[in-house]
């Protein structure tokens, strides 16, 4: 079924080889879906559906597109897509994907305006250092913008960044 609306992004949960998968996309154009940009699989994707998709509905970040059996599609505003891209780098490998819904939503509300213009430029450099990696022969014709090694990699980074700001007593004091 083509999509009759534009959209610069789309957050999308549906299945991959019968496991649940939350992807972000750079939209759609004539109807037809661009290419992947990032994407989690598993039970990280269900609990961050969940975070995720209450979060941006609340602030009136996501319109919904199609809705079927194959899964929802929503178009997501160009300002949030790189904040909705940096919440799937976090999910990705996750032991525990319930832990960061906190921190999305504290991005989206500007409680802590910091946390939101962070997770954007971590989501940056995933898409840059994707970009550097791309360089090289073998991994050319990979389809997803951003490289599993390079989101494996941010996604560490991301996790020691939040980790190490969650220390602060201000952060646990809700100041």
Known sequence: MAIREEFDY???YD???GRPRLSLRAGVRGGRLLPMIVKVTGRPARAGHNDMFKALLKCGGLKLVE???QGERYGIRADLAP??????LLLRRSTNPSKWGKLFHEALEGSRPFIGEALAEFFI???NLSSSMR?????KGLPQAVLPQAADAV???M???VEAIRRDTKWKEGS
């Open 10 to 12: 789309l957050l999308i």
């Open 15 to 17: 299945r991959e080889k």
């Open 67 to 69: 809705k079927g059996p």
């Open 83 to 88: 904040i909705a891209g940096a919440f799937i």
């Open 125 to 127: 450099m995933a898409l």
């Open 135 to 139: 360089k090289t022969p073998r991994r």
């Open 155 to 157: 996604s560490a980074a």
């Open 159 to 161: 996790r020691g960044f």
